[in-house]
């Protein structure tokens, strides 16, 4: 059964350095997500992202992310300048449709110090 | 804007007992509604969604959920619970508009008790 991954499955960094977490959707998906998910809080959406372009963000997404698909398999989310309040696990997802079912990939557990 | 509601946050039943599990959404449309399930350390897998039709859906490991629309309910329930489903329970909504995020509830931890 086909499934997202994602890597690495763990990453500690030091605060104001740049994080890209990778992920690779379901082959034939169209549709691709961010989530986060504080230690012990409810999972955030950050950001859906469909031909090419962000879709839509949240108020979490500012400039300090991006996204990218850079090619026909990857899908990765670049912090440009790690803050402690960004350690989380961030999950990706993939859909082959707008509003269908998102499948999710294991997590990326980031830890900036 | 959209939103759910998990009122528990802890639950804990004995093995081979009843459940059911809380979930209250805030929709202007039709929702799209899901259960995912996290064990420890793991992602979000699919146990069960509800998108239009037979108000009673079917899901993976015996559970079930029931949309009531009266209510703006979607309650979990599986008839006889198993110590493997310790994990945490989300309830989760689509929008159908726009970038089809998905509005988490807060989730419940089970506890299954031998």
């Known amino acids: 059964e086909p499934e997202v991954t994602q890597t690495p499955s763990h990453q500690v960094t030091q605060m104001g350095q740049e994080v890209i977490l990778r992920c690779v959707p379901i082959?034939?998906?169209?549709?691709f997500y961010w989530y986060r998910q504080i230690l012990g809080q409810k999972v955030e959406f950050l950001v859906s992202?469909?031909?090419?372009?962000?879709?839509?963000k949240s108020e979490i997404f500012d400039d300090q992310f991006s996204v990218e698909r850079p090619d026909g398999s990857n899908f990765t989310l670049k912090i440009r300048s790690t803050k402690l309040e960004d350690s989380a696990m961030y999950f990706c997802?993939?859909?082959?449709?707008?509003?269908?079912?998102?499948?999710f990939g294991p997590g990326t557990r980031l830890l900036v110090l | 804007a959209q939103s759910v509601t998990q009122p528990d946050i802890h639950i804990t039943v004995s093995e081979g007992a009843s459940l059911e599990l809380r979930c209250n959404y805030s929709?202007?449309?039709?929702?799209?509604l899901f259960w995912y399930v996290q064990s420890p350390g793991q992602g979000l897998q699919l146990l069960l969604k509800y998108f239009s039709g037979d108000t009673l859906v079917q899901g993976i490991k015996g559970f079930e959920a029931e949309f009531k629309r009266s209510q703006s309910s979607f309650n979990l329930r599986k008839p006889s619970v198993h110590w493997s489903d310790a994990a945490e329970y989300f309830c989760a909504v689509v929008s159908t508009g726009g970038g089809n995020k998905l509005t988490f509830g807060t989730g419940t931890q089970l506890k299954v008790e031998l």
């Open positions: 997802a993939s859909s082959n449709a707008g509003a269908e079912t998102q499948y």
């Open positions: 929709y202007g449309a039709t929702p799209y």
């Open positions: 992202f469909y031909n090419n372009e962000i879709s839509e």
């Open positions: 082959s034939n998906h169209l549709y």
